[in-house]
């Protein structure tokens, strides 16, 4: 556990694309049943979109609300695994587009889904150092699944952006703790040359996900004194919907607290973006006072545990730009062989 009082949310935002693929239509193309899905349905990058434009448009939402210059940004990270360059930082497209460059610091950071909460802590370091005034911290993804694998279904695109600086009067909300939880658990991999990654299957869930995803929570409330009745929003990396259903119940979290950030089921699992997006959902909601603990995973595997307390800040910010929801209700429905076409399994002549 480590106290990171002092810090805060100073902006936020999330981006998810309109196009949606749903679960049953890739399911008709396979042969699977029409019941028992993962997630009802995914979000999908257009044509003239990756992951670099969704973090720049994250990270715009996210400097609207917070309504500083950007060239005080001191510091620019972006987790993903599914960057646009192999060589070559998406966080200086980032911040050229966005207008903080210069910048001191800009990298793309890789801990398969967990690599935008890992920016997170990062940035928050450098701000409690005295490294750089504010800091920008983006989870985004156009994940990949091979056609027929069970991760078609789910791997989604989406992005979502915190700018961090110091806790004062305008921050909407102070990052009060964090605890991570990391080991070499190999439940999801892809080499370089590879287009899909590999998984082991129920693997992924048992040695993998819960038991990080739990050990970095315990840890962060038996180390700092937390209990989970002083919790007033749980979420949970989502990569499915019933795993972090599974979760909040092995930790008696009511599923009253775990619901308003649980979105899985309408935008699929957007990797670096997903428990982030989980978080911005909860902002667009939460009220001064209240706490949060977000708990994300990365296959390979780790989590990072945040508990977060909802300033005044909220109220002032919050409306300065758009909500989760519209970009979650804004949506055109494509059938396989349009799905096909915009994640580049067809090509276009």
């Known amino acids: 556990m480590v106290k990171l009082g002092g810090v805060a949310i ?32 995914k979000a999908v990058a257009g044509i003239d979109e990756d992951t670099a434009t969704m973090a720049v448009e994250a990270a715009r939402i996210a400097l609207r609300r917070a309504g500083i210059d950007p060239r005080r940004i001191g510091a620019v990270y972006v987790g993903s ?43 928050a370091g450098l701000i409690r150092s005295g490294q750089v005034e504010y800091g920008l911290a983006i989870g985004a993804d ?19 952006a915190f700018i961090l600086g110091k806790t004062d009067h305008r921050a ?43 050990g970095a929570v315990q840890s962060l409330l038996e180390n700092d004194g937390y209990t989970l009745n002083e919790i007033d929003y749980a979420i949970f990396h989502q990569p499915n919907v019933k795993f972090p259903l599974a979760v909040a119940r ?5 599923q009253e607290k775990v619901s308003p950030g649980l979105i899985a089921n309408f935008v699929g699992n957007t ?14 909601q939460a009220q001064p006072g209240q706490r949060i603990l977000v708990a994300s995973y990365g296959s390979g595997a780790g989590s990072d ?3 977060l307390r909802v300033l005044e800040g909220i109220l002032e910010k919050r409306d300065l730009a758009p909500k989760l ?23 276009l002549r």
């Open 325 to 347: 929801i519209e970009f979650i209700e804004s949506k055109i429905y494509i059938d396989y062989s349009t799905y096909l076409k915009l994640r580049d399994e067809i090509l």
């Open 250 to 254: 092995y930790l008696k979290v009511g």
């Open 172 to 214: 909407i909300a102070e990052i009060e703790a964090w605890s991570g939880y990391a080991t070499d658990t190999p439940d999801f991999w892809r080499r370089p040359d590879d287009k899909y990654p590999m998984h082991a299957a129920r693997f992924t869930g048992e040695p993998a996900y819960f038991k990080h995803i739990i």
């Open 142 to 160: 156009t994940a990949q699944g091979r056609p027929g694998d069970a991760l078609e279904y789910t791997a989604a695109s989406g992005a979502a």
């Open 271 to 284: 990797y670096s973006a997903c428990s982030l997006l989980g978080l911005v959902n909860v902002l667009d």
């Open 305 to 307: 545990a945040f508990v």
């Open 10 to 41: 100073q902006g936020y935002g999330g981006y998810i694309p309109r196009y949606r693929i749903r679960a049953e239509e890739i399911g008709r193309m396979w042969g699977q049943d029409k019941s028992g899905f993962p997630v009802a349905e």
């Open 81 to 123: 695994e599914s960057k646009p360059y192999a060589v070559k930082p998406t966080g200086t497209i980032v911040a050229e587009a966005i207008g903080a460059s210069p910048t001191k610091l800009a990298a793309d950071l890789e801990f398969a889904c967990k690599a935008g909460s890992e920016a997170m802590a990062i940035i």
